[in-house]
């Protein structure tokens, strides 16, 4: 079980909700997943338009907790107004915090980051960065208030995987505690069982699965994939060496001296 | 007076950002609001007073990674 | 586990989308004298508003129509205990809050283990024709001595004014109808109870 805040949920798996063919292939895919939790935005609506209603609506159906984001912010004022906005509609006190500090990448500005995480822990929501895997960065995120972390995988939408596994993995050895969710830039489910294995709490994946040729074949498969990188963890896997143990005893081999 | 909604000039006849929004067309809609970059609250709205030129944001909920 | 401190009680989903942004993370569904669809729909709403927020929602009374919803939490008056099937809520893993008024309902209701135990009316109440004289301060702490590490629920005629002394005599959550429904400004209010009971140092639990 994962704790969040004061939520916990089994499944280690999250999904954003952006860039899907139609609704029904992302209810299905959100079933297919077995995910508990899903990411939502808030966007320009025109007068008259119901659009907003009914997605909210079906979310609402599928009984999915919602982390509302504050994509598309680049400044910490657009950020923490953002919050505000999206706490009023979806009555939650958590925020995907996305600071954007350069629009090729998609990478956090993580000044601005840290300065809107302090301002909105203090005003009450449970924030959870979207960050790099510095160290640094980390650490004021955590004394800012910040009780999640959020580390890139890659750029967003890149579908590159665990692009500097050098320095994730120092992330996951520094905050022990810390409940660390890889988020931005997987492409296939092994990345998934590849970032559980090392011990990240969860993964949030979302144009892999919406942009895939079946999403809710690909849902499935991450699913299996997350779960199957969280049990090798608990497993104890062994550790990789340089030189070959052989398998097979050599007792009692044949031709030999 | 013109405001600026969502990026786009519009006239309104009304000063208050609660009748402002029923007359653009948004009545009975789930949306929240922002003016010149500041959240209101929806039990702000009605006393909220717009002037010429601001700039309103009105967001629903959307799909998002 | 423990609750939160502020425990609002509505009677139409309709108080959700104005009352949990404020930051309320705990609420109770309460109709009476409507029609059994009428409450499903209402039971249907709240629940898919408060999954979606992470809000822990509590639903009075109506335990068959809670089940079928999928909620995981309801209220129990000592008349409902008679009629509700408490084997099949324990099965579904469905907590239990269950009110006292006095001892022999205390006993009754410790004995069924539940997730809180409810007291009141602390005050006298505009709502309910109670059949029990206000408790009083003196009562809930003699209620959470014996009850212990279970959290005590009062409930009440508990007004902004009251709240901190509510606290003071041992509560662990105070329950709000009127004073929060039949304010000039409720989200104002909500906002205000909240303040007060956010300022309420951290309970250690037992």
């Not at chain 1, 954007?100 to 000044?111: M, N, R, S």
């Amino acid at each position: 079980m994962l704790s969040l805040y004061s939520t916990t949920v089994r499944s280690r798996l999250m999904l954003g909700t952006a860039r899907y063919s139609s609704p029904a292939v992302l209810a299905q895919a959100v079933k297919a997943a077995r995910t508990e939790i899903v990411t939502v935005s808030l966007r320009r609506e025109s007068a008259g338009e119901r659009a907003g209603q009914a997605f909210w609506a079906l979310i609402r159906q599928l009984g999915v907790r919602v982390l509302p984001n504050t994509a598309g912010c680049h400044s910490v004022k657009e950020a923490v107004t953002t919050a505000h906005m999206a706490r009023e509609v979806f009555g939650t006190p958590w925020i995907k915090l996305e600071v954007i500090g350069e629009d090729d990448t998609l990478q956090p500005d993580v000044f601005g980051l840290v300065e809107a995480a302090r301002t909105l822990s203090a005003e009450g929501f449970e924030v959870f960065p979207y960050t790099t895997e510095d160290l640094v960065v980390a650490e004021r995120l955590l004394s800012a208030g910040c009780q999640v972390l959020m580390p890139w995988g890659a750029p967003i939408g890149s579908g590159r995987g665990l692009n500097n596994l050098f320095g994730l993995t120092a992330l996951r050895a520094h905050f022990r505690e810390v409940p660390l969710i890889i988020d931005a830039g997987l492409g296939v489910p092994s990345h998934a069982a590849r970032a559980l294995e090392l011990g990240f709490d969860a993964v949030l994946i979302n144009t892999a699965v919406a942009q895939a040729g079946d999403p809710v074949q690909m849902a499935a498969a991450f699913a299996q994939a997350v779960e199957a990188g969280f049990a090798a963890r608990q497993a104890g896997p062994i550790e990789p060496r340089d030189l070959a143990v052989p398998s097979t005893p050599l007792i009692g081999t044949a031709f030999r001296g | 007076m013109k405001i600026l909604v969502n990026g786009a000039w519009r006239e309104t006849q009304h000063a208050e950002l609660a009748r402002a929004l029923e007359e653009l067309g948004y009545g009975g809609s789930v949306v929240t609001t922002a003016l010149n970059g500041e959240f209101i609250a929806t039990t702000q709205r009605a006393r909220t007073v717009l002037t010429e030129g601001d700039r309103v944001e009105v967001l629903a909920p959307m799909q998002g990674g | 586990m423990s609750l939160p401190r502020v425990y609002p009680i509505i009677d139409d989903a309709a108080w959700l989308p104005r009352l949990v942004p404020q930051g309320v993370r705990l609420v109770q569904l309460r109709i009476k004298d409507a029609p059994e669809h009428a409450v499903r729909t209402q039971i249907e709403a709240a629940q898919a508003y408060c999954r979606a927020a992470g809000v822990q929602l509590v639903v009075n009374d109506y335990w068959r129509l809670a089940l079928a919803a999928g909620c995981d939490f309801v209220h129990l008056g000592q008349g409902d205990l008679d009629t509700a099937d408490l084997p099949a809520l324990r099965r579904a893993r469905v907590r239990l809050g269950i009110s006292t008024h006095d001892d022999g309902e205390l006993e009754r209701a410790l004995a069924l283990r539940p997730y809180y135990v409810a007291l009141g009316p602390i005050y006298p109440t505009l709502l309910k024709a109670m059949p029990w004289r206000p408790q009083g301060l003196p009562r809930i702490a003699e209620w959470k001595r014996r009850i212990g590490s279970i959290p005590l629920v009062a409930i009440g005629g508990i007004t902004l004014e009251r709240l901190a002394a509510v606290f003071a005599a041992g509560a662990d959550v105070a329950a709000v109808v009127t004073d929060i429904v039949r304010a000039a400004d409720p989200e104002a209010r909500m906002r205000q109870w909240l303040a007060v009971a956010g300022a309420e140092p951290e309970r250690v639990s037992a």
